[in-house]
């Protein structure tokens, strides 16, 4: 069933400080819009439950990328576009480049905005793995303030986060400190344009001699939130190649992710395939 | 909920329109401007049809509301042809008989002039990325890629 326009009100206040006003004064009754890649998918479908909506696309405050000394401020409304024609973002933050290019099509890139998919929290969000292993941070404004969180903090179950009803997300902090190390990214699923993943993994390491120095991974399309992989970067690290270590960090994969099945795939063949992306980086990191 | 005025320049012509915030712009385009040219496949944003320039951006109109078009300029489908007949990606797409149907057309037109406008000289792997939110489920997809190369000057 279509939604009926007349049912539902937009506003556009074309600045920011106006929408954080309209958030605070009737909290939880205006909803958020950007590009409206999924809210208007709901709202075609007549799904959608947000009566009162408030433009963010747009706004000159969120669509900026800002190097500092030491990190690059992304705002939210930053669209994939935004992301992939970035040459700062490209040389320092690829994997996120890589997820961009993967995200949708390129007239949804144009639209689809990186705040909006974070706080839209689909597990199988492209991007959300590679914001896990470059350590992001959220910076969460509201008319109170902005305060700042580790984005591995932000999400606490499926679509739950930990945004307030009176926050909008107003900028990812990422820090340039990887460029040392081997990068990886892959997404599985039927095709990279349009369709959802079925797991995706990122993974950033280093060696050093012949053993890893340093290690991050995190999956998505795998568990009802994106993870980080705390456990099996531990049995990775300060250890050599073995066919041994391999099987060591695969049990621990398993045993720290709980595997959804829905209607892209089953929790047993995520599990599996989780394995051999893994393998795939490990023997990279490598070579 | 109560009706505003939008306005909108589509195709160098300056509208204003009483609508809905809400309104998706493909509906804005079709009914109350009357260009028809702009198609609704599937109206979620995977199938490209509905494919338009927004401030030289392609996007799908089934998923913009109306009132985030404020001010914009559009092209759409019927924007291409000028005094001299059509643009040169139509012909492309006539020449090497890029359309069956026809329903998902006008956003491979669209879609391809985004990527020229770009990317002049695309390869063939660019062309599928470029093109890879338009489904077409006619012709395989092959002659639409020649059409494409046909219009870039690089088809083989």
Known sequence: MRSRPSEYELVAPGKLSTVLDLLAKEPGVWMPIAGGTELMVQYGAGRLPARKLVSLWGLPELRGIESTAHEVLIGAGCTYTDLRKDPVVAREFPLLVQAASWTGSIANQNRGTLGGNIVNASPAADSLPALMVYEAELLLTSARGTRRIPYVEFHTGYKQTKLAVDEIISAIALQPRFSGYHGYSRKVGTRNAQAIAKLCLAGLGKISGAQIDDVRLAIGSMAVTPVRLRRTEEVLLAQPYSAVLMSEARQALESEVAPIDDIRSSALYRLHVAGNLLQEFVEGLFA | ?156
Request: proline share 4%; charged share 15%.
């Open chain 2, 1 to 156: 909920m109560s009706k505003r005025d939008v306005s909108l320049t589509v195709n160098g012509t300056a509208y204003t329109v009483s609508v809905y915030p809400m309104e998706r712009l493909l509906d804005v385009l079709r009914a109350k401007i009357g260009l028809t040219g702009t198609k609704e496949g599937c109206g979620e944003g995977e199938c490209g049809s509905c494919s338009v320039l927004m401030n030289g951006e392609l996007v799908n109109s089934c998923l913009v509301p109306v009132l985030q078009a404020e001010g914009a300029t559009l092209c759409t489908i019927e924007g291409l042809a000028g005094e001299n007949g059509l643009h040169p990606v139509q012909q492309a797409f006539l020449k090497c008989g890029g359309a069956q149907c026809g329903i998902c057309t006008p956003g491979m037109v669209m879609a391809t002039v985004h990527l020229l406008n770009n990317n002049p000289k695309p390869t063939l792997e660019q062309i599928r990325e470029g093109l890879g939110g338009n489904l077409c489920r006619c012709t395989g997809y092959t002659r639409i890629f020649d059409a494409v190369a046909a219009a870039a000057g690089t088809r083989r």
